[in-house]
């Protein structure tokens, strides 16, 4: 069982930035994934950013460059660092983990925290 607390979310105007951070129960070296996704209204829940394995981070088009993903194996944390905000960025983001066990692969996800950015 693994469990993760998302926590940096707020309000911003356009152009600003914000950093997210997910607290994992587990060490993050333990996990076979780790990664963002967002949820807007009326939307369904997007990749932001992922890496799985051994593989380099992917971030979706939308959020290259603008966003950089990364973890704190001392702290079993994992952070989201967002600049140059739009207002399309608007969403609830979830961190989410997968750990691989000798039972099978299961998929844990935080409970979400908001981030609304105006223009």
């Known amino acids: 069982q693994v469990q993760l607390v998302e926590s940096g979310g707020g309000l911003v105007q356009a152009g600003e930035s914000l950093g997210l951070s997910c607290a994992a129960s587990v060490s993050i070296s333990r996990l076979e994934g780790m990664g963002w996704y967002r949820q807007a209204p009326g939307k369904e829940r997007q990749l932001v950013a992922i890496?799985?394995?051994?593989?380099?981070?992917t971030y979706a088009d939308s959020v290259k460059g603008r966003f950089t993903m990364s973890g704190d194996n001392a702290k079993n944390t994992m952070y989201l660092e967002m600049n140059n905000l739009k207002p399309e960025d608007t969403a609830v983001y979830f961190c989410?983990?997968?750990?691989?066990?000798?039972?099978?692969?299961?998929?844990?996800w935080g409970q979400g925290t908001q981030v609304t950015v105006s223009s």
């Open positions: 989410y983990a997968l750990l691989l066990t000798h039972s099978g692969k299961y998929e844990y």
């Open positions: 890496i799985l394995g051994d593989s380099i981070t």
